[in-house]
């Protein structure tokens, strides 16, 4: 059994080698650990210090791709070198290392194929009182939207199994931590969440620069990725609402007809009728979107198949050199 710890680094020359430092060197359960980094285009010192302490892997990017390219191509980079599980922290040493273990314990036992880490936020002293509530509520909101009962949503301290990661497929560009989950939780991934510990804050959050740009952002990260599992309910809700009051008030316009005539009241007819078209128009385009749901779905199936033939085809050979090696 094989584990990975990745983290994804930009200028984080400053506290990489305590965030390492912290990382476990052994765990019950797990034969071999590795330890990868994801450059994202960082222009101070950061690969030397990962280099010099001994990290087994390096994925760089000439320049910075975002959060979200750079876990996608850690996990890649954690499959091609043979991972049985894949454990994401960050390089400011938020998360206690120690806690991996937790993580990765329910993936081992055969419980649980995602695991993330939840922090202890109500107690946790950096974060502000607006951000506590905030965290409450965009959990809330993917709980909803990935019909799970993560309580610790934004974490990005979590464990995946290697089935796990071949079907992980993050579109968006600013975070995986939102996305991953709608869609582990649609696609009825087995996932659940272990408490955690968090460490002194070393240095400020760079996924956002103020409190609005990361609700507006993690708002439309969610809508796209309910829009994206589930097109037809969501077009169908949108659409309902136009229909609806076009429809009440078309019902108006013929009480009055019925009773008065209708006379002056064509007026109420023509926006009946515009927003009942408007409602149907949407719920039309909510089949499309199914249809497209439907074909990427065949997509990803066909992706998460050419990934286990590239990376367990990749992991059967390594075996069978290290048998040869062996041997002679």
């Known amino acids: 059994m094989k584990l990975i710890i990745q983290i994804p680094c930009l200028n984080e020359a400053e506290t990489l080698e305590i965030a390492l430092n912290d990382l476990p060197k052994r765990i019950d359960g797990i034969d071999e650990i590795e330890y990868l980094i994801i450059n994202d285009g960082s222009r101070d010192n950061t690969v030397e210090v990962a280099e010099k302490w001994g990290v087994h892997h390096i994925v760089s990017f000439p320049r910075n791709k975002g959060l979200a390219r750079g876990f996608m191509a850690g996990l890649d980079e954690a499959l091609r070198q043979g991972a049985d599980i894949i454990v994401n922290t960050d390089a400011d040493n938020q998360y206690c290392g120690a806690d991996i273990e937790k993580l990765v314990r329910p993936i081992l036992n055969g419980e649980a194929e995602v695991v993330i880490g939840e922090r202890p936020i109500d107690t946790t002293e950096h974060f ?88 507006k952002r993690s708002m439309l990260t969610i809508l796209r990725a309910f829009m994206m599992y589930k097109p037809l309910l969501c077009f169908t809700l949108v659409g ?89």
């Open 128 to 215: 502000s009182p607006l951000k506590k509530k905030l965290q409450h509520l965009g959990s809330f909101v993917v709980r909803i939207a990935s019909k799970t009962d993560i309580p610790d949503a934004p974490s990005g301290f979590r464990a995946l199994s290697r089935e796990a990661a071949l079907h992980m497929n993050v579109v968006n560009e600013y975070s995986y931590t939102l996305e991953t989950i709608v869609q582990a939780g649609r696609n009825r991934m087995a996932i659940t969440s272990v408490p955690v510990r968090t460490n002194p804050e070393l240095r400020s959050s760079r996924l956002f620069h103020s409190m609005f740009s990361y609700v």
């Open 240 to 328: 309902a609402v136009p229909f609806l009051i076009g429809l009440g008030i078309g019902i108006r316009f013929l009480c009055f007809y019925f009773t008065t005539g209708g006379s002056g009241h064509v007026q109420s007819l023509i926006l009946a009728c515009t927003l009942m078209i408007m409602g149907f128009m949407t719920f039309i385009i909510g089949l499309q979107a199914d249809v497209i749901a439907a074909n990427r779905r065949i997509l990803e199936d066909v992706q998460y198949h050419l990934r286990r033939m590239e990376y367990d085809g990749r992991r059967g050979n390594d075996d069978r050199k290290e048998d040869e090696t062996s041997a002679s």
